[in-house]
């Protein structure tokens, strides 16, 4: 495990993201109905920014781009590529379907931390 003091609790109000690098990686933290995620900055499909995705019902971000929904916990694909209509189709074939990247999330002493593990 390698956990890295990322942020202040109180820096992440609830509804608020905040990109932050550690290392060479961006990561977009989200505070989510109370609870803190960290997750890939960039789409797995183009990597394009996630930072401005909504989170949907289920509780996963939709890219803003294509509309790719990836699980918050887990980074699991709900939705690959659907938009837009009908070219999302042959988009969708521009890269394989893919999981986003998601880190360990904990909050020690007010603040929040992550855990970037080794590939």
Known sequence: MSWTKVLAVEALSPGARQVVKVGNQNILLLNHENQFYAVNSSCPH???PLKKGKINETG?????????????????????????????????????????PVFPVRVEEGSIWIDLQEE
């Open 60 to 100: 996963a971000i939709v890219c803003p781009f294509h509309r790719s929904a990836y699980d918050l916990r887990t980074g699991e694909v709900q939705t690959w590529c659907p938009w837009p209509p009908g070219v999302g189709k042959v988009l969708s074939l521009v890269s394989q379907e893919k999981t986003l």
């Open 46 to 48: 183009l990597n394009l």
